[in-house]
């Protein structure tokens, strides 16, 4: 139980396109998601968090109108990178969780390539 | 504020030896305790959690003790395998007193293990 499906894996796209990602909550109902991005070699940053049916919060430093996130239902959290740029390639992570103080649930992650 | 400090890496070990990798925290409020393991190209997976102190949390022959005293939850093996070998995360997820959980968890920076045949 508690699984988490990311998509895609890896996308490959040319500087200025947007990219959408998709994280869903295959078995469980999800009040909460999360954006994390990943460095090589490097921890996870949190990039927001969102709750059904509620604006996304932002943690500092990290551009709300670059990173648009969207939460409409129980089981589906969307990531946006738009008008996307080189440094903006990295691996992102989302998680979902049942309730507060319940463990995250993760998925396995996009590979984000901007050429 | 909240911060999760793991050993530094990489961890090489032999097929069979014991594993220690140590994670102290500190944390206002009620932390619960997680470790999460990564696979290479793979997102985190839960690996085992602790609520409250001396709390042991296990899985797959990997365990940890929530020492609130020594505010530690390090995590040992004892006996790996090479297909063990992965990033391991220590986290936590706090509470404050009284209130509700904001669900947040804070990282460690990451530990790698390479286990040998």
């Known amino acids: 139980g508690a699984v988490v499906s990311q998509h895609p894996s890896r996308v490959i796209c040319k500087s200025g396109t947007s990219v959408k990602i998709e994280c869903r909550s295959l078995d469980f109902q999800a009040t909460t998601m999360f954006w994390y991005r990943q460095f090589p070699k490097k921890s996870l940053m949190l990039m927001a968090t969102s709750n059904e049916g509620s604006k996304a919060t932002y943690e500092q430093g990290v551009e709300k109108d670059k990173f648009l996130i969207n939460h409409a239902s129980l089981t589906l959290s969307t990531l946006t990178v738009t008008s996307a740029h080189p440094e903006d390639s990295s691996f992102y992570i989302c998680?979902?969780?049942?309730?507060?103080?319940?463990?995250?649930?993760f998925g396995d992650g996009t590979r984000l390539s901007i050429l | 504020g909240n911060s999760v400090t793991q050993m530094e890496g990489p961890v090489t070990l032999s097929e069979e030896a014991f594993l220690t990798i140590n994670c102290t925290y500190t944390?206002?409020?009620?932390?619960?305790l997680f470790w999460y393991v990564q696979y290479p190209g793979e997102g985190l997976q839960l690996l085992l959690k602790?609520?409250?102190?001396?709390d042991k949390g296990s899985n797959k022959g990997f365990e940890a003790t929530y020492r609130k005293e020594t505010t530690s939850f390090h995590l040992e093996k004892g006996s790996v395998q090479v297909s063990d070998s992965a990033v391991y995360f220590c986290a936590l997820s706090a509470v404050p007193a009284g209130g509700t959980s904001y669900g947040k968890l804070t990282f460690g920076q990451g530990t790698i293990l390479t286990v040998h045949p």
């Open positions: 998680s979902a969780q049942t309730g507060g103080g319940q463990p995250q649930h």
């Open positions: 602790a609520t409250k102190a001396d």
């Open positions: 944390a206002t409020g009620y932390p619960s």
